[in-house]
Each structure stands twice: as C-alpha cells, then as structure tokens.
C-alpha cells in the first residue's frame, strides 16, 4: 500500500463525509510526517455510525470484503483487485467518551494528526500509538517504528523493544 493510495483513500472518504482516523503503520508514518517503510496494508479506525457509508465508498473504490474466519462484525480486511487490504477497526463509544462497542480505542487516543503524501490526516496520537506499539512481542517492523516514535516524540524505549545498535529492521525503503 504505497502513500498514494493511503492518501487518495482518505481524501475520497473525507469529500464524501466519512471520518476515519489512520492506525497502525500508517499512522507512525502521519505522525513523522515522512514515509519510512513498506506497509502490506492501511490500518484504519472507523465509528459505528459511519460504517455502512464507509463499506459502501470503498466498494465505488473496488474494496469487498475478504471473508479468512478471523474476521468480526467490528474487526474485518478490505480488499481489491490490485492486492492493496484495509484493516478496519470499529468502535462506538457514549457520550461520555467510553467504549461500547468494537475495538476499545482509549478516551483521546484518537486525537493525533499526521500528513501523509502532503495530506493532512487524523490519526492515533502519538503517545498511544507508542503505547499501543509496546504492548505486544514486537516483529521486526515494531522495532523501526518505536524508535522512530521515540526520537521525534522523547518516548522511552521498553527493554522488550530494544535493539543493539546497527540492527537494520526489514523492510526498510531505500
């Protein structure tokens, strides 16, 4: 999924109403400002109110979904013809800010802002996207991405996601 793509995505749902915030790979890359890896997909959080809008816009784009038995009604892949996915995350949450529903996005963790090829987008803020990115066994890719958060935003690094130095993380665009 190239910058591109991400960004033409957001903009089309952006024209046509359609709020989504960018989570995941994506969003570290929003939040530097720059893109710094290759990503095999563009992880999006939606609310439940702009679900039935939203499948319906990415289906104009070509998108259906991809049915693999991992999917749920709040957590379910997006494909299309020309190999590129969309992880979509919903969730719903009160007036007072609490989850009812889908993927417990924490109160204000949806409040970041990144660019990505010159757009400005919605995303993860940057503290909980490093939260978010420490929680689990990093992959080789987690690696490169707390590091970076670390360096623009002064977020210690966790024993669990250091590496020695001159450790070069896959996928790296050259």
């Excluded at 990415?58 to 979904?65: N, S």
Aim: proline share 4%; net charge negative.
């Amino acid at each position: 999924m190239d910058a591109e793509t991400v960004s033409g995505i957001y903009g089309y749902l952006a024209d046509r109403g359609v709020k989504i915030w960018i989570d995941g790979g994506w969003c570290v890359d929003a939040l530097l400002g720059r893109q710094t890896r290759r990503h095999p997909d563009l992880d999006v959080a939606l609310g439940r109110e702009d679900e039935e809008r939203f499948v319906e816009h990415m289906a104009g784009l070509g998108y259906t979904k991809r049915h693999d038995g991992d999917d749920t009604a709040w957590n379910y892949v997006l494909t299309d013809d020309r190999g590129h996915s969309v992880d979509v995350h919903v969730f719903e949450c009160d007036e007072s800010g609490r989850n009812v529903y889908g993927i417990a996005y924490p109160h204000g963790s949806l409040t970041g802002a990144g660019t990505i090829n010159g757009r400005t987008v919605a995303c993860v803020a940057p503290e909980w996207m490093f939260a978010f990115k420490t929680a689990y066994v990093p992959a080789d890719k987690d690696f490169k991405d707390v590091h970076a958060l670390s360096e623009a935003f002064g977020f210690e690094i966790p024993p669990t996601h250091r590496r020695s130095p001159g450790h070069e993380a896959q996928g790296e665009l050259t």
